[in-house]
């Protein structure tokens, strides 16, 4: 059977896209460890290329006893003695450019190691375990979007053609397909792959849902990309440093006019889901509503509204950039 009698072109379907952009997003090389380790790698293996060794030494030029009578008279009677002394010259003058090539270098080596110590000490002072607690993996209370599923679009304008809504994260699709039913274009943003792997099967969702991160999608994404960020989940895990970095690249990608809404899960709620060992030692845990309605109004969100949902479960925060 051929193309034209209907069959469908060989090539990946859209899910099999996405888990090949993600295993490039994901790959450890171009990380910035992955960068640092490769930088310190090369300085420690200084090959024959490096240093005075790159550029051999040629010699005395061809045509030096050519140029004129007194030339052809100084190679009689000091040619050999010329050749000599140029290329012990030559040698001593290389050995110190690499002497001093070596010191640069084991320099520029204790820079860097030193610079890595520092940070290494900084990182600890947000995890001072090392990870240790993050095996078993302490299981986060879930955030209940259900309660805003059918009121989320009306926090939008209509459809807007500048970009897409974002969602992150994504969760079941609820919201994205919410959305979706409203006109608008949605991108949703998904950690876990089970779930994203879902939305591609969902006939309520169209756009897709992208594996990843929502703070690193965020932060690679460009300016006034999007008409509109909802963040829920991870503004509830992530510690405070995170938190506002996730804030403000929200507030980058949608640019003036756009909406930025948070559901946040209740405090009560969080603690009274998590074990008191856990509770005290996961990384982050929401924020007062009242203080994400401080930070909303200094990163430039204008009147922001508080709207708690009506169990008391999750609060919503809803604003919009001015124009």
């Known amino acids: 059977m051929t ?27 171009g990380s910035l460890q992955w960068g640092f ?29 050519e ?32 002497a001093a090539m070596d010191d640069r270098l084991l320099a520029a080596w204790d820079a860097l190691r030193y610079l890595a110590a520092r940070l290494e000490r900084l990182e600890s002072r947000v995890d001072p375990v090392g990870g240790r607690l993050d095996e078993p993996r302490v299981p986060v209370p ?22 897409p809504v ?6 079941n699709g609820a919201l994205v397909a919410a959305l979706e039913r409203s006109g608008h274009r949605v991108r949703g943003v998904e950690p876990r792959g089970r779930e994203v792997w879902s939305a591609f099967a969902d006939p309520r969702i169209h756009d897709g849902v992208v594996l990843g991160e929502v703070a690193e ?7 006034r990309s999007a008409s ?9 895990r992530l510690d405070l440093p995170s938190k506002l970095g996730l804030l403000a690249n929200a507030v980058r990608v949608v640019g003036p006019a756009g909406t930025v809404v ?8 969080w603690d009274g889901s998590l074990p008191t060992v856990a509770r005290d030692l996961v990384p982050g845990r929401p924020l007062h509503p009242e203080t994400w309605l401080f930070l909303l109004q200094r990163f430039g969100v204008a009147d922001p509204q508080w709207h708690p949902s009506s169990d008391g479960s999750m609060h919503a925060l809803v604003g919009r950039l001015a124009r």
């Open 217 to 223: 999608f965020l932060a690679t994404a460009a300016d």
């Open 3 to 29: 193309p034209d009698d209907g069959a469908p072109e060989d090539g990946p379907e859209a899910d099999e896209i996405e888990l090949l952009a993600a295993f490039d997003r994901l790959r450890p090389q």
């Open 67 to 98: 140029r004129g009578r007194s030339a052809r008279i100084g190679q009689r009677f000091v040619g050999d003695v010329a050749g000599v002394m140029a290329s012990i010259l030559a040698a001593d003058a290389r050995a110190a450019a690499d």
């Open 37 to 65: 380790d490769d930088a310190m790698r090369r300085l420690s293996e200084r090959g024959e290329g490096t240093g005075a060794a790159g550029v051999p030494w040629a010699g005395l030029p061809d045509d030096l006893w």
């Open 262 to 269: 948070l559901l946040v899960t209740d405090q009560s709620r």
């Open 166 to 171: 974002i969602v992150g994260e994504s969760g």
């Open 142 to 163: 879930e955030p209940e979007m259900s309660v805003w599923t059918d009121v989320v679009a009306g926090w939008f304008e209509s459809p807007d053609p500048s970009g």
């Open 228 to 236: 509109g960020v909802v963040l829920v989940g991870a503004v509830d």
